[in-house]
């Protein structure tokens, strides 16, 4: 068993729910440290597990099935700006930000996906995690790749669980994979 490092994001508690940390300890979330942002809860895991997707699935279950309304609603890391980028890679910022601008490397980082007008952009994990493989900087058989995978792939799973009108993404998720089947939508 390996340890896994990561923070879920919680909806339907908030820092004033009662027992809050009495039930998560008790549903199996003593591996968890319950963290704030204003009242809004997420939890930070150290688990250990036989893979990182085990590790995730369990934690959302134990947090879920905890009887106190609260759902799991992303994982961490999917989404990472310049810090993050080094942190997670161990680079300096300055690296990241000039592999960004093209001062080094091939000059095709990938491109951002949120806040382009912004001061802090924000770039899918997953894709950077690629490019640094494509440019030699990050072993293929390094665990942060299979982990970007399963980040991406189990916060989208959430998202769409989370969606109102799941069926309509889906069928929005196939028109643009087959895009001569669109008709007047």
Request: proline share 3%.
């Amino acid at each position: 068993m390996a340890p896994f490092n990561f923070t879920l994001t919680l909806s339907g508690v908030t820092s004033d729910t009662e027992k809050l940390e009495d039930a998560l300890f008790e549903s199996g979330c003593d591996d968890a440290l319950i963290s704030f942002y204003g009242t809004s809860v997420y939890l930070e895991f150290d688990r250990e597990s036989t893979s990182f997707a085990k590790a995730l699935l369990t934690a959302i279950r134990d947090i879920e099935s905890a009887g106190l309304n609260a759902r799991v609603e992303s994982v961490d890391s999917a989404l990472v700006g310049l810090s993050d980028i080094a942190d997670l890679t161990g680079l300096t910022r300055q690296s990241v930000a000039l592999l960004k601008d093209g001062s080094r490397g091939s000059r095709n980082f990938p491109n951002p996906v949120q806040r382009l007008k912004g001061n802090s952009p924000l770039w899918r994990w997953k894709s950077v995690v690629d490019w640094l493989v494509a440019e030699g900087r990050l072993p293929a058989g390094d665990h942060r790749v299979e982990g970007s995978r399963i980040l991406e792939n189990i916060n989208l799973a959430l998202q769409l669980r989370s969606s109102s009108e799941p069926k309509q993404v889906k069928q929005f998720a196939h028109l643009l994979e087959h895009q001569n089947e669109m008709t007047d939508l």
